[in-house]
């Protein structure tokens, strides 16, 4: 999506070697406006998956998995990454280990909320090692349902999440794949 | 707003004395379309304020405050909870307890996205205490930027949120307003 690549290669900040922070527009300033281009990418990516509901994991896929959920009219379910006193004890639960934070954690949704005849878009801002995505899709998988597909809005190229959703048999569609990182430079696939 | 009620009158779940679980269609699962409504009732209560940014704190203030901007036309800063790689080290911040949690944490915001001359209309899904929100406040007061108000989803008029809000002089648009829950009756001001 040329738009995305244009702002990423605009207001991108490259740290170390694996690190592109977006947080100006992205995953702590949100660009509104850019984020229902990119909703609309989804919807077109996806137009005849039958999608009825779109899951995706808090704190940053919930914003665009809301925006992109207009074009599609279907509900969002958010997995829940953090112990809350609002959620059911009987949930689906997934473990999911960060290398940012080089621990695992659970995330979890309500068995009330995904139903064995759910076609369910998952949506994530970044791809990279695969780990959240293939936690979500486990928790799909439990319930029944069926993966339409995973969209991501920035995929790093260079890491295994692609590889790892492949072997499960996921549909991924990305809006932008960033090949490799230098220094102060950014190159799409 | 009717609709809002109505939907807390079908859907909603009392737990205890003070918990009020509304997980089908708020801060689990996303009812867009009901979210739609919400973000242009926030745009007409204030319509004449001249916001320019609206700010939230992660995680399910996010979906209400994406939803709402649409028809503010305007970007969302969300306030990270939790520690992140990828947040700038100089940030507003202030410190919330949680009485769910019966703990204090942080709240952060970048310096780079909270400017003097922002007009910000804060959102949250939920009106307690007041904590959470005046942590926002604080941080946009920081920043030496002004505070247009507050807009809430559903406010619990049995606490003393409103109260302290309204003590630092800021204006609070609600929703639904809950006057008191009672065993399986939910009863709105």
Redesign the interface.
Known sequence: MELLKKRILKDGKVIGDS?I?V??FL???????L??EMGREFKARFSNANINKILTV???G??IA??A??YF??????A?????????EDTFHSEVYSF??QKSYNIR??K??IMPEDTILIIDDFLANGKAASGLVDIVQQAGATVAGVGIVIEKGFQKGREVLRQKGIRIESLAIIESIGEDTITFG
């Open positions: 690190i922070k947080d100006s995953n702590h300033q949100l660009d509104i406006e984020f229902n808090e704190a940053s919930i914003a809301c925006i959920a207009q009219k279907v509900p969002v379910v958010f829940k990454k953090h112990d809350a006193l609002n959620i059911d940012t934070k949704v309500s009330k909320y």
